[in-house]
């Protein structure tokens, strides 16, 4: 299936500054972990078995593969990451580049509906445009509340991708924002990725030019580092 007809919903363009987000590792947060050193975690292809899976990613730019190829994003290598290890995985690039969390509120119902089925897993990465937007936590925290409602309400487990608050914005702030993710994943049961961009940040030549977006290296790091994380959160599923 090519990226066109994975990806129906196109958004223009509003970029997180990378070094806002890279500030969001000052020693006010709390450190991330290093990602794993390999590219992939899979040298080898092994037979693809059991059902098929189905996992929604629903997110902005990091999901939408900003200046790559149309095999380049996050969704279609965790896709191939994910078949290289056996589990015959379809994985839907639901990523508009720009969106805040209030947009991503306004098209989850849109998206759900325009599925064929329910999802095995939706991984919800939104927050990031907010923070570039100095939107309050609370209005962000009130939005990834609605999206994960939806979800619930149609029974499609969950993996948060968390992010984190630069310094800059006072210590309340950043302690209000960098708590929603673990609390929200607590609280719906979800699986939590504590920092998504952790990899990004551990080896900045892994961002593009633009100092925002990952490269195909990048991307490649971002998966090693959150695959695991994604196979544990996919339900047991008969056949």
């Known amino acids: 299936m090519d990226k066109t007809s994975r990806r129906p919903w196109t958004g223009a363009l509003v970029a997180s500054s990378m070094a806002v987000l890279l500030a969001g590792c000052d020693t006010q947060a709390p450190a991330p972990e290093a990602p794993p050193q390999a ?42 990451v994910l078949r290289r290890s056996g589990i015959d995985a379809t994985v839907i690039d639901a990523g508009v580049s720009g969106d805040t969390t209030a947009a991503g509120r306004q098209r989850i119902a849109f998206v759900l509906d325009n599925l064929q089925a329910m999802p095995d897993l939706a991984i919800v990465e939104l927050g990031g445009n907010d ?36 310094p800059n914005y006072g210590p309340q702030y950043q302690a209000d924002f ?54 544990e959160a996919l339900p047991e599923k008969a056949g």
């Open 178 to 231: 960098d708590g929603l993710y673990p609390a929200l994943a607590e609280q719906y049961d979800a699986a939590l990725v504590p920092f998504f961009m952790a990899p990004l940040v551990e080896d900045p030549s892994l961002v593009q030019a633009d100092r925002i977006h990952p490269t195909a290296q990048g991307v490649e790091a971002m998966v090693a580092a959150t695959v695991d994380t994604v196979v």
């Open 39 to 80: 590219e992939a975690p899979l040298a080898d292809d092994l037979p693809v078995m059991g059902p098929p899976r189905t996992i929604l990613a629903f997110g902005d730019s990091l999901f939408a593969g900003y200046q790559l190829a149309e095999d380049e994003g996050y969704p279609e290598r965790l896709e191939g």
């Open 131 to 166: 923070l570039l937007r100095g939107i309050q936590p609370a209005q962000t925290r009130d939005n990834l509340v609605a999206i994960l409602d939806e979800l619930k309400a149609r029974g499609v487990p969950v993996m948060l991708m968390g992010m984190r608050a630069p």
